[in-house]
């Protein structure tokens, strides 16, 4: 018995994908993506689903046809009335219902090892899928294009290499939605490709592998998609999910079915994007044209762009005044999912940054001037703020990651690592190893480590310089082991640093209060003798009169005659203000502090 692809059958039935997973998932059907195989008896069910449900919607257009006559009587005439709004009532509901937020072309990237074949790819996918550029035009290279496949339009950042991917990333923008890893057919896999696949997986963008180069006689597809199992990636046909296409960016073997590929997941990503709503977008590139000024290709993500708006990006505002698409054709408006070169900025705005609209130039000059403040503000703040321990370790949940970037002198040491960090592991902590390679750690890897918050280790190799810096810059950390256990060591510090910290109440001191004294601003305030250990500001105290417990609270201010201070020994008198009226003379206060305790 034959059985049949879900996409394959969804287009011979003319019915979404999405619907046709619905439909599996009513039958108790399990698969894996929409290029999984089912059951000609499956076929049979569907076919029989879908007959049912035509017929039911024929009948229900027939009743609906029929109804207005015998359930609306009253209905006013509308032939030959000026007030027209309220009769079209009947229609309005159904149309706004429908009325959702259109679908958006996917924006698509291509990364892989060097020489692997991304710039042949993106080349022929050029060349055979772009409309001839109008007479007269330049062609300029704008960071993207647009493709023209029988599935619709496909958006290309032409920068190929993870870079710009992660340049773009580390600003805290994604732009990609899918990524395409191209690995070529008599090569394998090589230390590009496993970053790049590192990096996508980092931005939980989808992935389609590309096996390229399937016309050399060298070819070996197949030891490509036995090497990939290793990484865990598993390709459909071996019964697992990852899609692999094999392609010729020299012949143009498999291309049109990779298009296609990028569609599915398009289509499964349900990839929407308001034209009406307030724009916001992303630099993909910017450069001084010597003859025009700044140029700037931005991707419109949301609303729509027009000549004429004002754009802010970061602290710097301009007006469009002219903008191209990728063709080099001038357009007077953009939406979203369109890559477009803009003219009007007076600085060159970075890979990354995110563009927003503002009404008009007052508006923009507003923006920046508070953006301005803001990052005055936060320097500021940074100067003086000592971190807290959720800013240090991440939000303390349950189960935690540690994100780890190893780099070794060999492939033993990598092997080696790998396995002592699989037997650290517990169910409390999980040590991810996005990147596992040999040689020194890169400007890649700190992009990756500052996107996914990764600490890098390094075993027998150290990072140049300019990576070091970088790495500095960024607050990456990034350390250098000379022997293994000092590493070992440090994978220790991790989890334990990523453990819930655990406290525990640590007895301080204790005082007689001797007198109260009244004090204009503070309250009362309790005059005590301390008996034993020391007081300290902020530390807890708890109140007894006798055998009763009168109080639990804070010292919230310590007073030594008329000076505040953070501490006071035993032997000592001091003003403890407990921000609490009803101390007493007589009573005892003893004070404690929350302490961290950190397991064995
Ligand atoms: N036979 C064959 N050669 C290919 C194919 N794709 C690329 N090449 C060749 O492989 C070499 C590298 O291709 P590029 O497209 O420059 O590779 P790349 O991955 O963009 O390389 P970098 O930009 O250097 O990272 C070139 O000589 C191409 O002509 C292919 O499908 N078949």
């Not at 870079?163 to 805290?172: D, P, V």
């Not at 940054?353 to 301005?372: C, D, G, L, P, T």
């Given at each position: 018995?034959?059985?049949?692809?879900?996409?394959?059958?969804?287009?011979?039935?003319?019915?979404?994908n999405?619907?046709?997973?619905?439909?599996?998932?009513?039958?108790?059907?399990?698969?894996?993506?929409?290029?999984?195989?089912?059951?000609?008896?499956?076929?049979?069910?569907?076919k029989?689903?879908?007959?049912?449900?035509?017929?039911?919607?024929?009948?229900?257009?027939?009743?609906?046809?029929?109804?207005?006559?015998?359930?609306?009587?009253?209905?006013?005439?509308?032939?030959?009335?000026?007030?027209?709004?309220?009769?079209?009532?009947?229609?309005?509901?159904?149309?706004?219902?429908?009325?959702?937020?259109?679908?958006?072309?996917?924006?698509?990237?291509?990364?892989?090892?060097?020489?692997?074949?991304?710039?042949?790819?993106?080349?022929?996918?050029?060349?055979?899928?772009?409309?001839?550029?109008?007479a007269?035009?330049?062609?300029?290279?704008?960071?993207?294009?647009?493709?023209?496949?029988?599935?619709?339009?496909?958006?290309?950042?032409?920068?190929?290499?993870?870079?710009?991917?992660?340049?773009?990333?580390?600003?805290?923008?994604?732009?990609?939605?899918?990524?395409?890893?191209?690995?070529?057919?008599?090569?394998?896999?090589?230390?590009?490709?496993?970053?790049?696949?590192?990096?996508?997986?980092?931005?939980?963008?989808?992935?389609?592998?590309?096996?390229?180069?399937?016309?050399?006689?060298?070819?070996?597809?197949?030891?490509?998609?036995?090497?990939?199992?290793q990484?865990?990636?598993?390709?459909?046909?071996?019964?697992?999910?990852?899609?692999?296409?094999?392609?010729?960016?020299?012949?143009?073997?498999?291309?049109?079915?990779?298009?296609?590929?990028i569609?599915?997941?398009?289509?499964?990503?349900?990839?929407?994007?308001?034209?009406?709503a307030?724009?916001?977008?992303?630099?993909?590139?910017?450069?001084?044209?010597?003859?025009?000024?700044?140029?700037?290709?931005v991707m419109?993500?949301?609303?729509?762009?027009?000549?004429?708006?004002?754009?802010?990006?970061?602290?710097?505002?301009?007006?469009?005044?002219?903008?191209?698409?990728?063709?080099?054709?001038?357009?007077?408006?953009?939406?979203?999912?369109?890559?477009?070169?803009?003219?009007?900025?007076?600085?060159?705005?970075?890979?990354?940054?995110?563009?927003?609209?503002?009404?008009?130039?007052?508006?923009?000059?507003?923006?920046?001037?508070?953006?301005?403040?803001?990052?005055?503000?936060?320097?500021?703040?940074?100067?003086?703020?000592?971190?807290?321990?959720?800013?240090?370790?991440?939000?303390?949940?349950?189960?935690?990651?540690?994100?780890?970037i190893?780099?070794?002198?060999?492939?033993?040491?990598?092997?080696?690592?790998?396995?002592?960090?699989?037997?650290?592991?517990?169910?409390?902590?999980?040590?991810?190893?996005?990147?596992?390679?040999?040689?020194?750690?890169?400007?890649?890897?700190?992009?990756?480590?500052?996107?996914?918050?990764?600490?890098?280790?390094?075993?027998?190799?150290?990072?140049?310089?300019?990576?070091?810096?970088?790495a500095?810059?960024?607050?990456?950390?990034?350390?250098?082991?000379?022997?293994?256990?000092?590493?070992?060591?440090?994978?220790?510090?991790?989890?334990?640093?990523?453990?819930?910290?655990?406290?525990?109440?640590?007895?301080?001191?204790?005082?007689?209060?001797?007198?109260?004294?009244?004090?204009?601003?503070?309250?009362n305030?309790?005059?005590?003798?301390?008996?034993?250990?020391?007081?300290?500001?902020?530390?807890?105290?708890?109140?007894?009169?006798?055998?009763?417990?009168?109080?639990?609270?804070?010292?919230?201010?310590?007073?030594?005659?008329?000076?505040?201070?953070?501490?006071?020994?035993?032997?000592?008198?001091c003003?403890?203000?407990?921000?609490?009226?009803?101390?007493m003379?007589?009573?005892?206060?003893?004070?404690?502090?929350?302490?961290?305790?950190?397991?064995?």
């Amino acid at each position: 018995m034959s059985k049949v692809r879900i996409y394959t059958l969804a287009k011979d039935l003319g019915v979404e994908n999405q619907r046709m997973l619905e439909i599996l998932d009513g039958l108790g059907v399990s698969y894996k993506s929409v290029s999984s195989t089912i059951e000609e008896e499956t076929v049979d069910l569907i076919k029989q689903i879908l007959a049912e449900e035509s017929t039911e919607a024929a009948t229900e257009t027939v009743a609906a046809e029929a109804a207005p006559a015998v359930s609306a009587p009253e209905a006013p005439a509308k032939a030959g009335s000026d007030d027209v709004a309220p009769v079209a009532s009947s229609e309005a509901p159904a149309a706004s219902a429908t009325a959702e937020i259109p679908h958006r072309a996917p924006v698509v990237t291509i990364m892989g090892h060097v020489d692997h074949g991304k710039t042949s790819l993106l080349d022929y996918i050029r060349k055979t899928k772009v409309a001839a550029k109008e007479a007269g035009g330049i062609t300029q290279h704008v960071g993207a294009f647009e493709a023209q496949t029988s599935k619709g339009r496909i958006v290309f950042i032409d920068t190929p290499g993870h870079e710009a991917f992660t340049t773009i990333r580390a600003r805290g923008a994604n732009v990609a939605d899918i990524a395409i890893i191209v690995i070529a057919a008599d090569d394998s896999l090589m230390p590009q490709t496993r970053e790049a696949i590192a990096h996508a997986q980092a931005a939980k963008v989808p992935m389609i592998i590309a096996i390229n180069k399937v016309d050399l006689p060298q070819a070996d597809p197949d030891r490509v998609k036995t090497d990939l199992t290793q990484l865990n990636l598993v390709p459909e046909e071996y019964g697992g999910d990852l899609v692999v296409v094999p392609v010729s960016a020299k012949t143009g073997e498999g291309v049109e079915e990779l298009l296609e590929y990028i569609s599915l997941t398009a289509e499964l990503e349900d990839l929407r994007a308001d034209p009406k709503a307030a724009f916001g977008g992303v630099i993909i590139e910017g450069r001084v044209d010597r003859q025009q000024g700044v140029l700037a290709t931005v991707m419109v993500q949301e609303g729509t762009l027009h000549v004429g708006d004002f754009l802010v990006v970061g602290e710097n505002y301009g007006k469009i005044k002219a903008m191209n698409d990728s063709n080099g054709a001038r357009i007077k408006e953009a939406g979203p999912s369109t890559p477009v070169q803009i003219l009007g900025f007076s600085d060159v705005p970075n890979s990354g940054e995110k563009v927003a609209s503002a009404k008009n130039e007052h508006a923009a000059r507003e923006v920046v001037a508070s953006r301005q403040s803001d990052r005055r503000d936060v320097e500021n703040a940074r100067v003086q703020r000592r971190k807290t321990l959720e800013e240090m370790m991440g939000p303390l949940s349950e189960d935690r990651t540690v994100n780890l970037i190893v780099r070794a002198d060999s492939q033993g040491s990598v092997e080696a690592i790998q396995g002592i960090l699989a037997r650290k592991e517990t169910d409390a902590v999980k040590l991810n190893v996005m990147l596992a390679g040999i040689g020194a750690p890169t400007e890649g890897d700190v992009l990756l480590a500052s996107t996914a918050e990764a600490h890098i280790l390094c075993f027998s190799v150290t990072a140049p310089a300019g990576v070091k810096k970088i790495a500095d810059n960024k607050g990456i950390d990034l350390k250098s082991f000379r022997i293994i256990y000092e590493m070992i060591d440090e994978v220790d510090r991790l989890i334990k640093g990523n453990l819930e910290p655990v406290f525990e109440e640590k007895y301080l001191g204790r005082a007689e209060v001797r007198m109260v004294i009244r004090h204009p601003k503070n309250g009362n305030i309790a005059g005590s003798y301390i008996t034993d250990g020391s007081f300290k500001r902020n530390a807890k105290a708890k109140v007894t009169r006798g055998k009763e417990t009168v109080y639990e609270g804070t010292i919230v201010g310590l007073k030594r005659f008329k000076d505040d201070v953070r501490e006071v020994k035993n032997g000592f008198e001091c003003g403890v203000n407990l921000d609490w009226e009803g101390v007493m003379e007589g009573d005892i206060i003893e004070a404690s502090e929350m302490v961290e305790v950190i397991p064995a």
